[in-house]
């Protein structure tokens, strides 16, 4: 058993009070509280009176000596002594002590032993339980959390239960191997997932572990459940929200919920902010208005409010909400201050949530407002009320942006560069933020010298290799592009996107389609339901001549994300079907979203189309 190393503390009569207080702490029994204050009072206070012991004389020196062992360094020797005193005399708090030595040791599989047979002696102890699960998790033993997991609800008040249960997936999270927790979940929660009626909570937290599995069929089985018992379930409507990519009919559940007039307050914001994560813009923003028409208070749903509005490129707009978050902001310390010491529902914990909410994301937004609207100095100068914005490598790259927008690329640069390192990964970000600089401004050379001083200074970053790969396609350099895919894909196998990109890179150029094919499926096992990815497969169909299969794929990838690029594409296999309107539709909202898109604009160019 390794030993903790510990200072050793002088032979005086403090130290031996301290043990000698501890000890009869644990044991329950005498009345030693005295001795903690020995040194002080021992030359001049009379003895103080005490009461008997419960312990016997040996029970008493064996719990004496093995504290002194524990204090002395030697807990290896501390733990076999309380373990046998534990096991002797059936005693919890001998067997508590036992495990926290362990535990301060570092010795797991000690500590185990120990919380077993505690809770052999105390079946009905919720601390033994608890004390198991968190050694089980922290040794990785998923097979043995099932028993101890299901006592420790079980042996939790009734009202708690259902708390306790939606947070397994949160306490699972730290197990590598996701299936094997969404295993222990299941059968952790099977009594409340079976009994009449059964709690939704149970099943909620049932697909939250096989959503975090991947087992997209399990998890949206489980929603549909949790929606049944309980429609006005918050964790449900979250769970579907979080199925909304991989499963067709999971939205179809949200929309029930949020038609109903006892729907969760919170839900139609998580909705929203889903909605605007797969730019579906304009329904993030209706969504949004929605929220705000019914709960104007609703601090951080403004703030949301504005960021689409931006993307939206609606500046006026998004200065309103703005405007309102920041008159909201003042009011909040008094709206937080009521949730203060109460059980607070879900609307006050989101009260007491937006009272964090920072105002300089606001000023970065308002930056973002005048920038749209051309006005480079008062963006400059929301900026510059941002807290240690100087120390911000966000906020710089931003002003480097406005500085580079004014003819001053060389100095927006060099904004950058200056920016202090306090470790390596610090100098990466600083590389990456002049390359995305570089990128938004079309000096695609220059981008990509950075990213291979990138590359040189930290060599075999598959991350760093994918982003000088879609550099190099986007100069042509394919050679270059597909040997850094490549080596990317060596090197972190189970990302599927350098599969992707060289798999897109080979159909878009009408090349090797069968590899090409390989290569997608591959990213699609990796990552199912993606939209990219299903947009490349698309892609392939098309380019393989097989149209019927590529308007299914386009129009689903279309629907889960109506990406600018997925437009593109879906409106060229339209265009070709001879569903010209229906294209032109397309290309026109994809247009009003993002107008610079070089797919986009390249396809309208090549196509001869007046939109």
Do not use: C
Request: glycine share 4%; proline share 5%.
């Amino acid at each position: 058993m390794p030993a903790l190393t510990a200072t050793k503390l002088p032979h005086s009569l403090k130290a031996l009070g301290q043990a000698l207080a501890l000890s009869g702490l644990l044991l329950g029994g005498p009345n030693l509280s005295w001795a903690a204050d020995a040194a002080s009072t021992a030359e001049t206070a009379p003895a103080p009176a005490f009461q008997n012991s419960r312990m016997d004389g040996a029970l008493f020196y064996q719990t004496l000596v093995s504290e002194v062992q524990a204090r002395s360094g030697n807990v290896g020797s501390a733990y076999q002594i309380y373990l046998e005193l534990a096991r002797k005399h059936r005693n919890p708090e001998l067997f508590k002590r036992a495990v926290e030595i362990a535990l301060q040791a570092r010795a797991g599989e000690e500590a185990l032993t120990a919380a077993k047979a505690w809770r052999q002696v105390s079946p009905h102890s919720k601390e033994a339980a608890e004390f198991t699960v968190q050694i089980l998790l922290a040794l990785g033993r998923s097979k043995e959390l099932v028993d101890p997991l299901k006592s420790l609800i079980q042996l939790s008040p009734t009202p708690q239960q259902p708390l306790m249960i939606a947070s397994l997936p949160r306490s699972l999270a730290r197990l590598a191997d996701r299936r094997a927790a969404a295993q222990v979940i299941d059968e952790v929660t099977q009594p409340w997932r079976q009994r009449q009626p059964a709690l939704a909570e149970a099943w909620v937290a049932s697909g939250e572990g096989w959503l975090a599995a991947k087992d997209t069929a399990k998890a949206f089985e489980a929603a549909k459940k949790a929606k049944a018992l309980q429609p006005q379930s918050l964790g449900a409507g979250l769970l579907a929200i979080n199925l909304m990519e991989e499963a067709p009919g999971a939205e179809d559940l949200i929309r029930e919920q949020l038609a109903r007039s006892d729907a969760p307050k919170l839900l139609r914001l998580a909705y929203a902010r889903k909605l605007a994560g797969l730019q579906r813009m304009d329904e993030a923003a209706e969504q949004l208005d929605s929220v705000v028409q019914a709960q104007p208070e609703q601090i951080s749903a403004w703030l949301t409010l504005a960021a689409v509005r931006l993307e939206l490129r609606q500046p006026d707009l998004a200065e309103v909400a703005l405007q309102r978050f920041l008159a909201l902001k003042k009011q909040t310390p008094d709206k937080s201050a009521a949730v203060e010491g109460k059980s607070a529902t879900l609307d006050q914990a989101q009260v007491a949530l937006d009272a964090d909410t920072s105002e300089e994301q606001a000023y970065t937004l308002l930056a973002q407002v005048e920038e749209q609207r051309g006005n480079w100095q008062a963006a400059l100068a929301w900026l510059q009320r941002v807290e240690k914005s100087d120390d911000s490598l966000l906020i710089q790259s931003q002003r480097a942006k406005l500085m580079a927008k004014q003819g001053k690329l060389k100095e927006g640069r060099a904004l950058i560069r200056a920016m202090p390192e306090s470790e390596p990964r610090d100098a990466l970000a600083k590389l990456q933020a002049e390359t995305q600089l570089l990128r938004d401004l079309n000096e695609w050379d220059a981008a990509y010298s950075v990213m291979a001083e990138a590359n040189q200074r930290f060599p075999d970053d598959a991350d760093l290799l994918y982003e000088q790969a879609m550099l190099a396609e986007h100069l042509q350099r394919y050679d270059e592009m597909e040997k850094m895919l490549r080596r990317a894909i060596e090197l972190k196998p189970d990302n599927p996107n350098s599969y992707n990109a060289l798999g897109y890179s080979l159909a878009d150029r009408n090349l090797r389609l069968d590899e090409a094919r390989i290569l997608i499926r591959k990213a699609l096992e990796l990552r199912p339901g993606d939209p990219f990815i299903t947009d490349s497969l698309g892609w392939l169909e098309f380019r393989s001549g097989r149209i019927p299969e590529a308007l299914v794929l386009l129009r689903q990838a279309y629907q889960a994300r109506p990406d600018a690029e997925i437009a593109a594409h879906l409106g060229e296999v339209m265009w070709a079907q001879g569903e010209r309107d229906e294209a032109i539709k397309i290309w026109r909202k994809a247009q009003a979203r993002d107008a610079k898109n070089e797919s986009l604009l390249d396809t309208i160019k090549r196509l001869q189309v007046q939109l």
